[in-house]
């Protein structure tokens, strides 16, 4: 079983950025897609982007194109999120995952996930 841990959340203004770190360890996960989620209170945990195994093709919602990216390292076992451009309604807990299944395409689906990180909390001011 894969062990996940983000960190790089943080307090920033609107338009400021972060960059997210998920280190995996126990089990390397070559071969899974892994995925960025959030959570804000009260709400459901929602997609934001997920990365193929090889790292070679991306799916973003559509309310972070073109201001998050995702990258992987599988030789070091960590998947990034670089977040810029910030807002407000990007605040919440941000969770990384392994998808359940080796070797499938990239979704959206958090049943479709699992080996869920701790999560790391993004704060975005206005």
């Known amino acids: 079983q894969v062990q996940l841990v983000e960190s790089g959340g943080g307090l920033v203004q609107a338009g400021g950025s972060l960059r997210l770190s998920c280190a995996a360890s126990?089990?390397?996960?070559?071969?899974?897609?892994m995925g960025w989620f959030r959570q804000a209170p009260g709400k459901e945990r929602e997609f934001v982007v997920c990365i193929s195994w090889r790292g070679t093709t991306t799916y973003y919602a559509d309310s972070v194109k073109g201001r998050f990216t995702i990258s992987r390292d599988n030789a070091k076992n960590t998947v990034y999120l670089q977040m810029n451009n910030l807002k407000p309604e990007d605040t919440a807990v941000y969770y990384c995952?392994?998808?359940?299944?080796?070797?499938?395409?990239?979704?959206?689906?958090?049943?479709?996930?699992?080996?869920w990180g701790q999560g790391t909390q993004v704060t975005v001011s206005s």
């Open positions: 126990g089990r390397t996960f070559s071969g899974y897609n």
């Open positions: 995952a392994r998808k359940v299944l080796p070797y499938t395409n990239c979704d959206s689906a958090v049943d479709h996930y699992n080996s």
